[in-house]
């Protein structure tokens, strides 16, 4: 792994943090096994050595026969080789000759003259043990560590299950599903958080629901009196006041057009989809913007089959082009919309080279009555339903709209379309 991988991974995943910790807490306790040897054990097994040597050199010298020797063997866990004019003999048959010794790194075997002229190997049998016991030990540490680091990983990656639960329904609540539904893994305080997670949900689908609802109501119940407005206006004599109020009835009319229009298609009410070509209709809308400034590109296939509401497209088109033109700047290129089909997608990107959306306004963007800046849109005539709109025909069709700016200027909306199964 690299350096930046492991320092994304660092900053992004509690879990990592966890497996490190234990893995830096695991290294400390070895490193305070591998000290205690080192500094305690290893200097009293230098001195035992140095005694040993002593006495094996002064073993030799008294040169003990074969009986000696193995009596010794017995009490003092020493095995002895010799080698002389007078003939070898050994207490053990796996001891080495005295010439292996002398051409190889041999622990724990002291060669020493013995006084008949003859070559004593004394071989001390605890020291050997004890180093082979020291390097067994160290292995079996470092198996042991990653043995428990091991298991630590599973028993931490099945801790934090719910964790990972929770991220992924707060992603679901981000995108806009209002129905998800965490499942509690625990009883402990992570269960405590899912279901302080899933109240929060139910509580803001609630609030959501209840805020369309009194839309819903007011719309309808502004109709009655703007009609009966409308009536009396046209009962008064003609004058540019009443010219002036009539202009702002019409544009009530439309919002609570737009408003009811709005929620009958969340409730998936008045759809007419059929089988057609999205071709000519992407190059009708541009067509009817081509004139006005700063006019429209198209990059599309030949052709795109679909199962979709014409009107209702037409809709999506004209909101995004009029948006998109509506919003450019004077040095601003041409909007391009643009096509393609994946294996099981449609995209299509209106793409334009405005000023773009502010980072922040991004994720409410596609909210009723949501303007980035209320005077901008007060001028240019909008009162911010178009996209709310737009996103409710696109979930219709059982599709989906997003937006992201462009990485040197400007704002791309793109469409996904479902492509008939
Ligand atoms: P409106 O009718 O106010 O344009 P919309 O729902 O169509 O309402 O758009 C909501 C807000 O999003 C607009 O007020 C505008 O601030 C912003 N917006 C939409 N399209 C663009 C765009 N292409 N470039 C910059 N801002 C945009």
Redesign the pocket.
């Known amino acids: 792994m690299s350096d930046r991988s492991f320092r994304f991974l660092w900053h992004r995943s509690i879990f990592v943090k966890l497996v490190a910790v234990m893995l830096v807490t695991g290294l400390s306790l070895l490193l305070m096994v591998a000290s205690f040897v080192q500094l305690i054990i290893s200097p009293n097994l230098v001195t035992s050595r140095r005694l040993v040597a002593e006495y094996a050199r002064a073993l030799a010298a008294s040169s003990p026969d074969f009986e000696r020797a193995k009596q010794l063997a017995a009490h003092l866990d020493l095995q002895v080789r010799y080698e002389g004019p007078d003939g070898t003999w050994e207490t053990d048959p796996d001891l080495p000759s005295i010439a292996e010794i002398r051409s190889g790194h041999w622990h724990d075997y002291y060669v020493a003259p013995g006084s008949n002229g003859g070559t004593y190997l004394i071989s001390w049998e605890l020291g050997r043990r004890m180093r082979e016991f020291h390097n067994t030990m160290l292995w079996l540490l470092h198996v042991l560590m990653l043995v428990i680091v091991f298991l630590a990983y599973v028993v931490l990656r099945h801790i934090l299950r719910p964790l990972r639960s929770l991220h992924e329904g707060v992603t679901r609540l981000s995108e806009g599903q209002l129905d998800v539904v965490v499942p509690r893994w625990t009883r402990d305080e992570l269960g405590v958080l899912t279901d302080a997670f899933n109240q929060m949900v139910r509580r803001i689908g609630d609030m959501v629901r209840a805020r369309d609802q009194l839309l819903l109501d007011v719309s309808h119940e502004l109709r009655s009196p703007l009609t009966r407005i409308k009536v009396a206006l046209a009962l008064l004599p003609e004058s540019e006041k009443g010219r002036r109020i009539a202009a702002d009835v019409a544009e009530m009319e439309a919002m609570i057009t737009e408003l009811l229009e709005l929620e009958r298609l969340r409730e998936g009410r008045g759809m007419r989809t059929e089988r057609r070509d999205l071709v000519p209709l992407l190059r009708e809308a541009a067509e009817s913007f081509q004139d006005r400034p700063p006019g429209v590109r198209l990059a599309l296939p030949s052709e795109i089959v679909l199962d979709i509401d014409g009107e209702k497209m037409r809709t999506v088109l004209r ?1 995004l082009l009029e ?2 033109v ?2 450019s700047l004077p040095d601003s290129g041409p909007v391009e919309i643009s096509a393609h089909e994946n294996t099981e997608t449609v995209i299509v990107r209106v793409t ?1 080279d ?4 502010p980072e922040e306004d991004l994720a409410n ?1 596609f909210e009723p009555f ?4 209320r005077s ?2 007060k001028k ?1 005539g ?7 709109i737009c996103k409710r025909i696109l979930e219709a069709h059982g599709g989906g709209i997003a937006v992201a700016n462009n990485p040197g200027r400007g ?1 791309t909306f793109t469409l996904t379309l479902r492509k008939p199964g």
């Open positions: 909101n948006n998109a509506k919003y334009d405005g000023p773009g959306i963007l949501y303007r980035v800046d901008r849109s240019s909008g009162y911010g339903l178009g996209l709310s704002a």
